[in-house]
């Protein structure tokens, strides 16, 4: 559960809000009405089914969670005028972190309907649940596309560098990786993003996404490079903003029938710049609002600019 500042009677009051990077994107896949599932380990406390309960409100299956008896973790988000949104977490053994290898899916389990899997976040770094989802990740990437956003939380992040060794060896397993120019100056402090997302392009993914809050988001194939520019909006934050552009990748990937990999292994440079459109509206609509609130299919419609002519 994400604590968001809200102001009420003069003070700064937190709000409880549902969110964790890949649950915002389930819920926001499923606001666009795309078919999606969440699968993690979710604590049987008040919190723990309030977060199960809004998974079902929003379309999204979770037939596949599981259900542990310690709390649910707690980020406190303080935020600041012109920066990114700091996390505070509050986590040592939440349930979510102790997803065991146990707990995974069969392969049985997860037929030709599960088109992709995505993975992101502190997930892949608090253990044992990180050693988990990087089982399930090596283990399907080969089977399904796999869709990967670090989402960098440098406070749960011990070491830097022993971090940056292992993400960069689960890049080479994705087919789709979405990171925040944000997340590369912190990874790379010596280097241009841009250097490093072409990096990680050539270790095999076929679509590196960087986005660059306000300033829009560029995309790379082996075949183009696509900036596609900024929706400007009132923003209220940006909690979730990443989370929602991810959906809106996916979900405009998906209605195209590119969420497979041979299709993405020949993406075109238009398919690639409506998707980051779509996406890029998605993410404005989210930071209107306060906490992670992706927006559904047609409020991103209503977002899109009037034809030309």
């Given at each position: ?5 809200v102001?009420a ?14 649950y915002?994107?389930?819920?926001g ?14 604590s049987?406390?008040a ?5 199960r309960?809004?998974?079902s409100?929003?379309g999204v299956d ?7 008896p310690e ?9 600041a005028?012109?920066a ?5 977490f509050?986590g040592?053994?939440a ?16 037929d ?12 892949l770094?608090r ?12 283990r399907?990437s ?7 956003d670090p989402n ?6 011990p ?8 993400l ?43 986005t660059r ?16 520019p900024?929706v400007?909006?009132?923003v ?15 979900g405009s990937?998906?209605w ?22 779509f996406a890029?509206?998605?993410a ?5 609002q ?15 600019p009037?034809?030309l002519?």
């Open positions: 559960m994400d604590l968001v500042p102001s009677g003069g003070e700064t009051l937190y709000a409880p809000r549902a969110g964790g990077s890949p915002n994107v389930a819920i896949l499923g606001r666009l009405g795309v078919p999606v599932g969440f699968f993690g380990r979710l049987d406390d919190f723990g089914r309030q977060l309960d809004r998974l409100a929003e979770n037939s596949r969670l599981v259900t542990g709390p649910t973790a707690i980020a406190v988000v303080h935020l005028a012109g990114e949104p700091h996390f505070t509050y040592d053994g349930a979510d972190s102790l997803l065991a290898l146990d707990d995974l899916p069969a392969p049985a389990n997860l030709d309907s599960v088109q992709a899997l995505h993975f992101g976040s502190i997930s770094v253990q044992p649940a990180a050693a988990a989802y990087e089982h399930l990740l090596r399907e080969g089977r399904r596309v796999i869709s990967l960098v939380r440098p406070s749960v992040i070491n830097r560098d022993a971090y940056r060794a292992r960069e060896a689960l890049v080479a397993l994705a087919h789709i990786v979405k990171v925040s120019r944000a997340d590369l100056a912190w990874l790379y402090p010596d280097r241009q993003p841009e250097d490093t997302a072409a990096a990680w392009l050539a270790r095999g993914p076929a679509l590196v996404v960087m809050g306000a300033d829009g988001a560029i995309a790379m194939t082996g075949r183009a490079v696509i900036d596609v900024g400007h909006v009132m209220h934050d940006t909690v979730g903003a990443g989370d929602a552009f991810t959906a809106g990748l996916l990937l998906a195209r029938g590119l969420l497979a990999r041979a299709a993405l292994s020949r993406l075109g440079a238009d398919d690639v710049r409506a998707s980051l459109e890029n509206r998605a404005a609509l989210t930071c209107t306060s906490g992670a609130e992706p927006p559904t299919r047609v409020q991103v419609r209503v977002l899109e009037p034809p002519g």
